[in-house]
């Protein structure tokens, strides 16, 4: 998923504009955001999800700078 996105403490709260679920474009997604060091990013759902009719209790993305 994409688009804009704000962010209160610890929660980044995404605002779907495109999604490869459908039925999620229009609607925002809320995560927890984890800084694990400079370079980084833990996301990490709030809440079990259901997805395309499977239940995931947690989903996390780790997110990783790339420096040149």
Do not use: C
Not at 8 to 18: A, K, M, P, R
Not at 56 to 63: A, E, G, K, T
Request: glycine share 8%.
């Amino acid at each position: 998923y994409g688009g804009k996105f704000e962010v209160n403490n610890q929660i980044v709260t995404h605002h779907l504009e495109v999604a490869s679920v459908p039925s999620w474009i229009g609607g925002h997604q809320e995560r927890n955001a984890h800084f694990l060091d400079n370079n980084k990013l833990l996301l990490s759902t709030i809440s079990p999800l259901t997805i395309m009719g499977k239940n995931f209790l947690s989903i996390d993305i780790l997110w990783r700078k790339i420096t040149n």
